[in-house]
């Protein structure tokens, strides 16, 4: 009877030691950066998600989040940890004051699939400009 208790004494303080923040843990805030070829900075940067192409999704779950506005060339977000997809275009203010469209196709198909397993992750995407 002793060792029966020793031994479920010792499970539970093993599983108590693993789970730290029960339901803490599971996310990673993200910081995209958004950059031009030129150098250019990006005043604000528009996604529109309801566009087919357009995407950050989750391999795992096939969840899918709506890219918020970045604003000086950024954005945070907070997904679920696990391996993502991503691809849109939009509309980028630039601080000349003038606008183009963008692509980002750095991270659309499962060979360049971005891993965001951390808490904190930021991620830098490369833009293309459409003519």
Known sequence: MRRILIILTGALALLTSCVKNPGQD?????????VLPSGQDIVALKIDNAQPGN???????????????????????????GVYLVSFDGLAALADGSACRVRSAEYSTSLNAVNLVDDRAELLIHLIVLQ
């Open 26 to 34: 599971i996310y990673c805030e993200v910081t995209v950066e958004a």
């Open 55 to 81: 995407y950050f999704r989750d391999l795992n779950t096939g969840q899918e989040y709506d890219i918020p506005i970045f604003v000086d060339g950024k954005c945070r977000m907070k997904v679920l940890k």
